[in-house]
Protein backbone atom coordinates (compact mmCIF):
# COMPACT_ATOMS: atom_id res chain seq x y z
CA UNK A 1 0.00 0.00 0.00
CA UNK A 2 2.89 2.53 0.40
CA UNK A 3 3.86 2.31 -2.97
CA UNK A 4 -0.06 3.39 -3.83
CA UNK A 5 0.49 6.50 -1.51
CA UNK A 6 3.53 7.08 -2.99
CA UNK A 7 2.41 7.25 -6.41
CA UNK A 8 -0.47 10.15 -5.20
CA UNK A 9 1.73 12.23 -3.59
CA UNK A 10 4.19 12.06 -6.45
CA UNK A 11 0.70 12.98 -8.61
CA UNK A 12 0.17 15.84 -6.16
CA UNK A 13 3.22 17.65 -6.06
CA UNK A 14 3.90 17.06 -10.39
CA UNK A 15 -0.18 18.62 -10.43
CA UNK A 16 -0.71 20.56 -7.27
CA UNK A 17 -4.00 22.43 -8.68
CA UNK A 18 -5.42 19.92 -11.15
CA UNK A 19 -5.46 16.73 -7.72
CA UNK A 20 -6.71 20.04 -5.35
CA UNK A 21 -9.42 21.03 -7.01
CA UNK A 22 -10.55 17.72 -8.21
CA UNK A 23 -9.97 16.89 -3.86
CA UNK A 24 -12.47 19.45 -3.29
CA UNK A 25 -14.98 19.51 -5.97
CA UNK A 26 -15.81 15.39 -4.50
CA UNK A 27 -15.12 16.23 -1.14
CA UNK A 28 -17.73 19.15 -1.24
CA UNK A 29 -20.24 17.75 -4.03
CA UNK A 30 -20.15 14.40 -1.17
CA UNK A 31 -20.67 16.75 1.40
CA UNK A 32 -23.66 19.08 0.15
CA UNK A 33 -25.66 15.77 -1.02
CA UNK A 34 -25.42 14.20 2.53
CA UNK A 35 -26.05 17.83 3.67
CA UNK A 36 -28.96 17.80 1.53
CA UNK A 37 -30.47 14.88 2.44
CA UNK A 38 -30.10 14.95 5.95
CA UNK A 39 -31.95 18.33 5.52
CA UNK A 40 -34.43 16.84 3.38
CA UNK A 41 -35.03 13.91 5.51
CA UNK A 42 -35.65 16.12 8.41
CA UNK A 43 -38.07 18.54 7.02
CA UNK A 44 -40.25 15.27 5.51
CA UNK A 45 -40.18 13.80 9.63
CA UNK A 46 -41.57 17.53 10.84
CA UNK A 47 -42.97 19.32 8.75
CA UNK A 48 -45.24 17.26 6.44
CA UNK A 49 -46.22 13.92 8.74
CA UNK A 50 -48.38 11.50 6.77
CA UNK A 51 -50.98 11.01 9.68
CA UNK A 52 -51.82 14.32 11.08
CA UNK A 53 -52.29 13.10 14.86
CA UNK A 54 -54.11 16.56 16.17
CA UNK A 55 -57.34 16.37 13.02
CA UNK A 56 -57.85 12.80 12.87
CA UNK A 57 -56.46 10.53 15.30
CA UNK A 58 -57.76 7.39 13.78
CA UNK A 59 -59.08 8.18 10.13
CA UNK A 60 -59.51 4.44 9.16
CA UNK A 61 -62.79 4.28 11.82
CA UNK A 62 -64.04 7.25 9.59
CA UNK A 63 -64.17 5.02 6.37
CA UNK A 64 -67.46 3.08 5.14
CA UNK A 65 -67.37 -0.08 4.29
CA UNK A 66 -68.77 0.65 0.66
CA UNK A 67 -65.56 3.04 0.00
CA UNK A 68 -62.59 1.73 -2.18
CA UNK A 69 -59.62 2.18 0.05
CA UNK A 70 -57.20 0.46 -1.84
CA UNK A 71 -55.73 2.25 -4.98
CA UNK A 72 -56.50 -1.13 -7.59
CA UNK A 73 -59.54 -3.15 -7.04
CA UNK A 74 -59.68 -6.26 -9.37
CA UNK A 75 -63.25 -7.72 -9.50
CA UNK A 76 -64.43 -5.70 -6.52
CA UNK A 77 -67.75 -3.99 -6.46
CA UNK A 78 -67.44 -1.84 -3.27
CA UNK A 79 -70.96 -0.52 -3.58
CA UNK A 80 -72.66 -3.78 -2.74
CA UNK A 81 -70.92 -4.51 0.46
CA UNK A 82 -73.03 -4.96 3.29
CA UNK A 83 -72.45 -2.79 6.62
CA UNK A 84 -70.83 -6.17 8.78
CA UNK A 85 -68.66 -4.33 10.72
CA UNK A 86 -69.33 -2.20 14.40
CA UNK A 87 -69.10 0.90 15.21
CA UNK A 88 -66.89 2.63 17.25
Do not use: C
Request: no cysteine; proline share 7%.
Amino acid sequence: MSSFFGVVAKQIKSHPAVSLSHSFYFYGRITSLATMSVLALTRAALKNPDMGSQEQPEPWNQMKPNQQYKLLAVNMDYSKLKEDRPDF
